[in-house]
């Protein structure tokens, strides 16, 4: 039997790492290497490996362990410098070493291992490597050749993004990971800059597109830029010079597989997967899926096996990887919207940009920093950000968290009954400093399902009226609001549990749109394209409601302008195709909305708040975008709703979201700091660290959960128990006060019984 043979293409970190670890569990092994660049030839400078990584380093192979410890350069701060003020933030824990030092190590173990190293050689095909071996391991880089060959299976995809950065590197060593901001006649800047060696840091400067040319850097050479970018950060660079090593200003590319491997062909590191070097090395993702490959590989009875295995083990992290890293570039991608804030809650908000670093996990690293942010920000000794109280209008909310709308489809005829009164007076008794209602339909034409709830009728009324008071007698200090809206082209529906979106099997009423657009042809009905007439009728009907919900007591009301329903379903392009003057650019988009909402403000009590809801993007092309979402808050902002309730998506069945933790606070973050705007966060956020850090980074002023209310109506009451607060932003009832401790679990640990002497 011959022996196995393996092919690696691609002679950096990942691939060199692999070659060692098979050829060492299996000596038999024909691996070789295929590097088109000299031994010595590398790009970048400084390498950032995690402790976590060394580990397992450590654990595969202690000599490549021993040989990179003796190394490796370490440090536990973070410094932030902007407006000439530096503030440091400790007990983070780094460590580097130079990406040159690294591949030397790694060719040095695979040649005492004997693996075959070919420099300065173009691998063949990977087609054609894969007739003739056991295993090809693709680890050609973001622009990976083999990637593009079979891209048929592997489906790439391949995004571009908004800043320019160029590599350099600082013939001195840093104490600390540094980030500097540079304000000039032409934008904002930053630097992310790290030691490497003992006399040598890494130095990463970027930009935004536009920012980047018309400072001029494009049409500077690699000396011009590196002499023009080392006279923007005097507080790192003190006047020291930069220097480059093929450095280019390039544009970050995120990439993504549908899948990784193909027969026996497999993708390893960046031709499999990006991730912005923002939040850490995309070395570090290559070594460990290194480790993991080759674990596979050797616990699985097979090939085919294996590279499954291999996918499905490393696909959750890198994908959690990349959604931090998505959540980081983003950040500095819209680093212009944050400089104005104070210096403390800056450094705080750069800090916790990937969502990975958390108000708690940041306490537990250096306390006294994060006691310095909220100082800064008022915030009272030994309160949460999340309890603070927050002001709209007249309103005074006793803390930021907020019951998200959900709908119920248990109301009949539109009627809420005892399962609303029950379900949003447990949540205010709960602790939400606002509890809102489900989408509270104008019209019975206005519902999505036979049993969602209305505001059309006397009774109605007096039934929400019902819910109002029990809230305000009972937890008297939490506010109750009502969403207001009509469903548009997605009504005449089945309950949630009986199919989502799909239409009644009997009773269908007839729907409405901007368009004749059905939302999935074929499946839901052809919508009535409204008339003028018909558009006056309808607003009249929000106009009705909305004097209901004054009388029957309600503190806010919201406008729900998203999610495809009606008045979303002018908003967004692929729903309103109009050539009137309700249809057209954004501004014509925007006016049958806006009419709503100016007629709807203007019978709503002048002391009482208005929000409204919007879709900040549609997830799908041609459909809303982020900077849409910004002028779509503008307008309403100037016609004067208290705040925006950001959501994202539902617009169109064919949308593809990015889900994730916390996915849509971006979207409320940029429209909050570009316009100054007060913004309710929603989606995905369930903890009550991911509240803390939102409101103390100033990316949100309240947080709307859903599922965490369902999960448990008393939410926020257990947040404030978990961390020992018991001030006014958290009040127990008087009858719920003995349970305002969490109870004692049962005895897990502790002294056992002596048995023997």
């Not at 606002?434 to 339909?441: F, I, P, S």
């Not at 978990?722 to 006060?737: F, I, K, R, V």
Request: charged share 25%.
């Amino acid at each position: 039997m011959s022996a196995p043979r393996v092919a690696v293409i691609g002679g950096g970190p990942g691939g060199l790492y692999a070659a060692a670890l098979l050829k060492r569990l299996d000596p038999a092994r024909e691996i070789t290497v295929y590097e088109r660049n000299a031994p010595d030839d590398t790009f970048g400078f400084g390498v950032v490996l995690s402790d976590e990584t060394l580990g397992g380093i450590e654990h595969a192979d202690p000599a490549v362990y021993a040989a990179l410890q003796a190394e490796m350069v370490r440090w536990d701060d973070i410094d932030i410098v902007h407006r000439g003020t530096t503030l440091t933030s400790g007990g983070h824990g780094f460590a580097a070493l130079g990406r040159r030092r690294l591949l030397a190590v790694l060719h040095d173990r695979c040649r005492e291992l004997g693996v075959t190293l070919r420099f300065r050689t173009e691998a063949p095909p990977a087609a054609e490597l894969a007739r003739t071996h056991d295993l090809v391991i693709a680890a050609d880089g973001v622009h990976s050749a083999t990637r593009e060959a079979h891209a048929d299976v592997f489906r790439p995809t391949v995004t571009t993004h908004r800043c320019r950065y160029i590599w350099l590197a600082a013939d001195f060593a840093l104490d600390a990971f540094r980030f500097e901001i540079a304000e000039t006649e032409h934008g904002v800047l930053q630097l992310h800059a790290y030691p490497y060696a003992a006399d040598a840091s890494t130095v990463i400067v970027e930009a935004r597109e536009e920012v980047w040319r018309a400072a001029g850097l494009d049409k500077l050479d690699e000396r011009g830029s590196a002499d023009h970018c080392a006279k923007l950060f005097p507080e790192t660079l003190g006047g020291r010079p930069l220097r480059g090593n093929n450095s280019q200003w390039i544009a970050f590319r995120t990439v993504t597989n549908a899948r990784w491997s193909h027969g026996n062909i497999v993708l390893l590191g960046d031709a499999a997967h990006t991730a912005h070097f923002s939040i850490g090395s995309g070395t570090k993702l290559a070594v460990e899926d290194a480790l993991a490959l080759v674990a596979c590989v050797q616990e699985q009875p097979s090939l085919p096996e294996a590279l499954e295995a291999f996918e499905a083990e490393r696909r959750p992290v890198v994908e959690s990887t990349q959604r931090a890293a998505r959540a980081s570039l983003t950040w500095f991608e819209e680093l212009a919207g944050y400089v104005d804030q104070p210096p403390r809650q800056f450094a705080f908000n750069l800090l916790t940009r990937s969502r990975r670093v958390t108000h708690d996990n940041l306490r537990l690293r250096d306390a006294s920093f994060v006691s310095g942010v909220e100082r800064e920000v008022g915030i009272e000794p030994g309160t949460p950000p999340m309890f603070t109280p927050f002001r709209l209008r007249e309103l005074t909310l006793r803390n930021r968290v907020v019951v998200s709308p959900m709908d119920m489809y248990r109301a009949e005829d539109g009627d809420p009954g005892d399962f609303h009164l029950v379900h949003l007076g447990a949540r205010a008794l709960g602790g939400a400093g606002l509890v809102m209602t489900e989408m509270v339909c104008v019209s019975p034409q206005g519902r999505i399902t036979p049993g969602c709830s209305g505001l059309w009728t006397d009774a109605q009324e007096a039934s929400w009226r019902r819910v109002t008071d029990f809230v305000h007698t009972q937890s008297p200090t939490a506010a109750i609001g009502l969403q207001l809206g009509h469903s548009g082209r997605k009504g005449s529906t089945r309950l949630m549990w009986e199919g989502i979106d799909h239409p009644l099997d009997e009773g269908n009423w007839p729907v409405v749109a901007p368009s004749p657009l059905p939302y999935r042809p074929g499946v839901n009905q052809t919508p009535h394209e409204l008339t003028a007439r018909e558009l006056a009728a309808i607003r009249d009907e929000f106009v009705s409601s909305a004097r209901r919900a004054a009388r029957a007591g309600f503190d806010l009301l919201e406008l729900h302008c998203a999610h495809g329903y009606l008045l979303s379903s002018f908003l967004s392009p692929l729903t309103n195709r109009r050539t009137d003057a309700y249809g057209g650019d954004l501004e014509a988009r925007l006016r049958f909305p806006l009419e709503v909402f100016d007629a709807v403000r203007e019978v709503w009590p002048a002391e009482r708040p208005m929000t409204v809801r919007i879709s900040a993007t549609d997830w799908a092309e041609g459909g809303t975008t982020g900077e849409d979402a910004v002028r779509i808050a503008a307008a309403f902002a100037e016609h004067g709703a208290d705040a925006l309730d950001v959501s994202t998506g539902q617009v169109v069945p064919e949308e593809n979201p990015e889900y994730g933790r916390s996915y849509q606070t971006p979207f409320a973050d940029r429209i909050r700091n570009a316009l100054g705007v007060p913004v309710i966060a929603v989606g995905a956020i369930s903890s009550w660290d991911d509240v803390n850090s939102l409101i103390l980074a100033g990316r949100a002023d309240l947080c709307a959960l859903a599922r965490p209310h369902l999960y448990d109506p008393h939410w926020t009451l257990h947040a404030a128990a978990d961390q020992e607060y018991a001030g006014p932003g958290a009040p127990w009832p008087l009858s719920y006060q003995a349970g305002s401790r969490k109870p004692p679990a049962g005895r897990t640990d502790g002294p056992k019984p002596r048995l023997v002497l």
